[in-house]
């Protein structure tokens, strides 16, 4: 049974072009992978519900945890697996949204994500390691980035191997003390404003923007499961010392629901990994009910 609260697919169903799943190599639609993939489960029986919110667990027995749904009803089971994902943070920009549907806006700097954009200006926010590493990847394929951070100092949450290099980066110029603003285009992104502490405005040349402000896991459904500072799951090998024997990949802290996905702590933010760890996760239900 599969249950989902608005419709199949999550993050990756809203992507314009997947071009890093494994049969296609010239990309497929993050929609048409997800209607293939419906299809397949429902050739293997899987019963499909959605829109289905899910309010809860019921955890009170570790052999038969309960999901509960937001209209009151109650499922018993065997095992669970959670998938919920994480919602990456969004600033409150208009045409956020359209930029992002247009491919435009990105949450990853991988080879795929910065094909294309060579020789052209792009932006980076954000001021931790990730957004640090985006911009000098960026900037060695030959873009020039302009790194916004909202904090005054470059060093307060990156690493100083990272910073010595984007100062000393000629393609990359860096905005501290600065916010986002506005974005500008038509089909695809041209622009962008960017306000100075709080006075001056600037208009930016921007082909692309990269966003690395975090994200925020779906797991306040979970309750009483072991989590990390920051909401995600802890699975197998990041559970606290003692919780089970030796855990099985993906089981939480609750011994019948396993965790997938960019919901669990130290995640790999991939549709491909995310798929494979499913499978995973379902050999580890198979091992759990085998010994019932």
């Avoid at 169903?13 to 993939?37: C, D, Q, W």
């Amino acid at each position: 049974m599969l249950l989902d609260r608005t419709g199949l697919g999550g993050q990756a169903a809203k992507s314009a072009r997947i071009e890093n799943y494994l049969g296609f190599p010239h990309g497929v639609s993050g929609e048409h992978l997800t209607r293939l993939a419906m299809v397949q489960a429902l050739k293997f029986g899987v019963r499909i519900y959605s829109p289905c919110a899910v309010a809860g667990l019921d955890l009170s027995d570790d052999r038969r945890p309960a999901v509960l749904l937001e209209d009151g009803a109650r499922i018993e089971s065997r095992a669970v697996i959670a998938a919920t994902g994480a919602h990456y943070r969004r600033p409150d920009i208009p045409q956020w949204s359209t930029f992002e549907k247009s491919g435009c806006i990105r949450y990853a700097a991988t080879d795929l994500d910065v094909r294309g954009y060579e020789d052209q200006p792009v932006t980076v926010i954000g001021g931790a390691n990730s957004a640090g590493q985006a911009a000098l990847s960026l900037a060695a394929r030959g873009a020039t980035v302009d790194l916004i951070i909202r904090g005054a100092d470059l060093g307060a949450r990156m690493s100083s191997y990272l910073t010595d290099r984007i100062r000393a980066h000629s393609r990359i110029q860096v905005h501290t003390g600065t916010a986002l603003r506005e974005l500008a285009g038509a089909d695809t992104l041209t622009s962008i404003v960017v306000e100075k502490s709080g006075e001056r405005h600037d208009r930016l040349d921007c082909r692309a923007l990269f966003c690395f402000i975090g994200a925020d896991p779906v797991s306040s459904w979970l309750a009483g499961v072991a989590k990390d500072s920051d909401g995600f799951v802890l699975t197998d090998s990041r559970l606290p010392a003692g919780t089970h024997g030796t855990p099985l990949p993906f089981q939480t802290s609750a011994p019948r629901l396993f965790a997938v996905g960019d919901l669990r702590s130290g995640s790999t933010k991939r549709v491909a990994t995310a798929v494979g760890e499913g499978g995973s996760a379902v050999s580890s239900v198979h091992a759990t009910l085998a010994a019932d």
